[in-house]
């Protein structure tokens, strides 16, 4: 029996943890071929390769130079990409008067632009294909209460926008946009270096943020991914899937 992807080829970007890596084992098991970004840690890259049978590209994505060296070696070696999931991101909390120019530039380099760029790169494949292009934002840019994530924040709603625009300005080649707003997921981003007893005040607190009581684990986010992928959702188009438990401490409340 063939996977829901059979015969695909799909690029994650940042593949090598968390979320990322997440998606690739997804995908991997419904049949695509996954091509693995990553940027620095080679050896979490090599354990997906391990596990996905796809192969690894290093790239920084706010990098249009190394980007396109990244683009001819995944053509070299898989031919042309039907998925992209454009998942890198980071992220610095900082008050908003703690500002950091440094590194709110670096956010919005990865973040923002590194989803535009990583596009523009692997657009005419889309074109070709009728591909899917699939965006990891967060329901940070929608807006939530959790301190100092302002300008994080303003780089996700950037994402949002991006897939809305994109949704208009790529249909007329067959591409659909959508993205994925994850909540707060326990990931190498969001508890790496830090204690047991910090790690469980995180999951308390933000266990208590949502309407289900839980918190969220990387898979959430690889099943929402793999339906935006397939053709489970041909029908949605520029749309924003908020996974986050039911969060309570929105800022979207209407007039």
Known sequence: MSGKLEGKNAL???????LGRAIAEKFAEEGARVAINYNSDERAALEVKKVTG????????????Q???????????MGKI?????????????????????KVRRMMDVNLMGSIYT???FLPDLKEKKGTIIN???NAGIGTAAKNTTFYA??????????????????????????????W?????TIGGKSSDEIKKLEDDFRSRTTLKMVGKPEYIGNAALFLATKDSEYMNGQVIVIDGGRIDNLTHGI
């Open 12 to 18: 994650i970007t940042g593949a090598s943890k968390g």
């Open 54 to 65: 796809g192969e690894i590209f290093r790239a920084d994505v706010s990098s249009r130079e």
């Open 67 to 77: 980007l396109h060296r990244m683009a001819e070696e995944i053509h070299s070696k």
């Open 82 to 102: 039907d998925i992209l999931v454009n998942n890198s991101g980071i992220w610095y909390l900082m008050p908003f008067d703690q500002y950091d120019d440094e």
């Open 119 to 121: 596009t523009l790169e």
């Open 136 to 138: 990891i934002a967060s």
């Open 154 to 183: 303003i780089t996700k709603a950037g994402i949002i926008m991006l897939t809305k625009r994109l949704a208009f300005d790529l249909s007329e080649y067959g591409i659909r946009v959508n993205a994925i707003a994850p909540g």
């Open 185 to 189: 997921i326990e990931t190498d981003l």
